[in-house]
């Protein structure tokens, strides 16, 4: 296992690539986030967007799932919370994402000794190595022992 | 529909109510968050949650089908990003949460006149009205004409 003091600022993981699909949008946007630009291709079309794109929530977690794969074997605790998200270009049907995450902060916490707080970055780009989105995470890491 | 024009700074929504299965939290945990304590029931026991609960991401998508169906209507054309999500407190199976959206801050878009930018912050609470999780969404709005 990867405990917190084997964790160092700087730290830098690449994940694998994700290939989303029509389907999985529409899906994931009638169960979640049932806006048009998400759930039916015609009415997205007239959109900002100009066609489907995947919920920006949708992105997010396709972002954790990349990030429990690339960071496996972290004694992740809990998830404390995100800032500064950015949904900074469309997820659209047929884009791939790869997900970036770089540890930028650590401390032990003020309440437990087991544990660490650990703060991560994570920017997820697309085929075109264009940024989709970055955000902050904050979570609680075991210590060793 | 309910154009930039229409919103005002303080303006308060309340969502309808949204009941959560132990079923809906695996299935969410092993598609996008597969970390034990989503996934499985018995690994989750020994976590420092003491039983399975929802992805954070997965509490965050239920806020926003919550604050889709309680602002329908609202000419709502892209989320731009997120700022301090925290999550308060886990959010187990048989848990139910309610969404309270309050409009924070409101201002014309810079590049764009036909829009607007909203901010909101969203708290969720479970049945017993203790606080689950908290942020603040950014997006932009149509302008009325």
């Known amino acids: 296992m ?5 964790i160092s600022v700087g730290d830098v993981r690449h994940s694998d690539e994700y290939h989303l699909s029509k389907d999985e949008i529409i899906e ?9 630009f998400h759930t039916d291709e015609a009415a997205a079309e007239d959109s900002v967007f ?6 920006g929530w949708q992105t997010a977690a396709i972002c ?13 605790q809990a998830g404390l919370g995100v800032d500064d ?13 790869r997900l970036r995450s770089e540890i930028v902060d650590k401390r032990p916490s ?3 000794p087991g544990r660490g707080v650990v703060r991560t970055r994570h920017e997820g780009r697309n085929q075109h190595d264009e940024l989709v989105i970055s955000y902050e995470t ?3 890491i075991q210590r060793r022992g």
Do not use: I
Request: glycine letters at 8%.
């Open 110 to 112: 003020d309440s437990d």
């Open 28 to 36: 994931f946007g009638e169960k979640y986030d049932p806006q048009p």
């Open 64 to 76: 954790m799932r990349l990030h429990v794969q690339s960071s496996e074997n972290t004694a992740t």
């Open 2 to 6: 990867r405990f917190y003091e084997d």
């Open 85 to 97: 998200l950015r949904w900074e270009r469309p997820f659209r049907p047929g884009d791939s994402l």
């Open 50 to 55: 100009g066609g489907l794109v995947a919920s």
């Open 138 to 140: 904050t979570a609680m």
